[in-house]
């Protein structure tokens, strides 16, 4: 294995704290070299000075995105933290229902991994809204900066123990059998529309604001000032009302963002 040397490392891992937000702590440098190495190796490279070289220098961005794929942890499944999706059933649809005079409800799972948790809210949005005799527009932004989970995403397709955990009826509903796996129909999967997305981005070029913003389990992987500020351009994204749905081992300082708390990690904006 190619070693890395501290220098090298905090180069890297500056470069990935200031385009993607992850702040690696030194903790992290095997996990770093280890999911780098076979990439060093496939590219000809001798040392992490090189590989550093070769991604600042590298126009098409390719190398970059190649680097964030490595380094993200896309670890999620459906039903992840079921009292979000209880409380979104039973609380926020029958409200907004009440009160969305357009019938457009915009809904942001931001961070989504390879699907499941934008799936699971298409779903749920499918079994509250069917029937309705006038049609609701609920159509779903994910988004996520790794392409591969991006790509599992988009496939909709996952293994039989990957379901076991949704209701029976959903499973005959929304999903098909495919070999071993078992795929998200197109009902669902045309009401998500899946792009790759930097929350690090200077600005969000949303035209509408959304009722709801998903993003669970991302924050934990950024420092205080990057979370605060990411923070702050939700809380711009959502329309008055609208609600922030986070992990339940992140936490929003009260008082410090414009944002009352409404339950264990979900938050409204006044």
């Known amino acids: 294995m190619i070693p890395i040397k501290p220098a090298e490392y905090?180069?890297?891992?500056?470069?990935?704290?200031?385009?993607?937000?992850?702040?690696l702590g030194r903790e992290k440098q095997p996990l770093v070299v280890g999911r780098l190495g076979t990439t060093l190796a496939q590219l000809g490279f001798a040392t992490f000075s090189d590989y550093y070289e070769y991604i600042v220098s590298d126009t098409s961005g390719e190398a970059a995105v190649r680097l964030i794929d490595k380094i993200s942890t896309n670890h999620t499944y459906f039903m992840r933290e079921p009292e979000h999706f209880e409380f979104y059933r039973n609380a926020l649809l029958p409200y907004w229902e009440s009160s969305i005079k357009d019938r457009d409800l915009r809904v942001w799972s931001a961070g989504c991994s390879s699907g499941e948790e934008p799936y699971t809210l298409a779903m749920l949005n499918a079994d509250y809204f069917s029937g309705q005799p006038n049609r609701w527009d609920t159509g779903l932004l994910a988004t996520d900066i790794s392409t591969q989970a991006l790509a599992k995403a988009?496939?909709?397709?996952?293994?039989?123990?990957?379901?076991?955990?949704?209701?029976?009826?959903?499973?005959?509903?929304?999903?098909?059998?495919?070999?071993?796996?078992?795929?998200?129909?197109?009902?669902?999967?045309?009401?998500?529309?899946?792009?790759?997305?930097?929350?690090?981005?200077?600005?969000?070029?949303f035209k509408r604001r959304f009722h709801a913003i998903f993003c669970r389990n991302v924050m934990i992987y950024f420092d205080e000032a990057t979370r605060?500020?990411?923070i702050q351009r939700f809380y711009e994204n959502l329309e008055p009302g609208g609600y922030l749905f986070i992990g339940h081992t992140e936490t929003i300082a009260r008082g410090s963002s414009g944002f009352a708390y409404v339950r264990p990690a979900v938050y409204r904006k006044d």
């Open 10 to 23: 905090e180069k890297l891992k500056n470069y990935i704290k200031e385009n993607y937000g992850i702040n």
């Open 228 to 230: 605060s500020k990411l």
């Open 154 to 205: 988009i496939s909709g397709a996952y293994p039989a123990t990957s379901v076991e955990k949704l209701p029976p009826d959903w499973v005959r509903k929304y999903f098909r059998p495919h070999g071993p796996e078992y795929v998200v129909c197109d009902n669902i999967k045309n009401n998500v529309t899946i792009r790759r997305f930097n929350l690090m981005e200077d600005r969000f070029p």
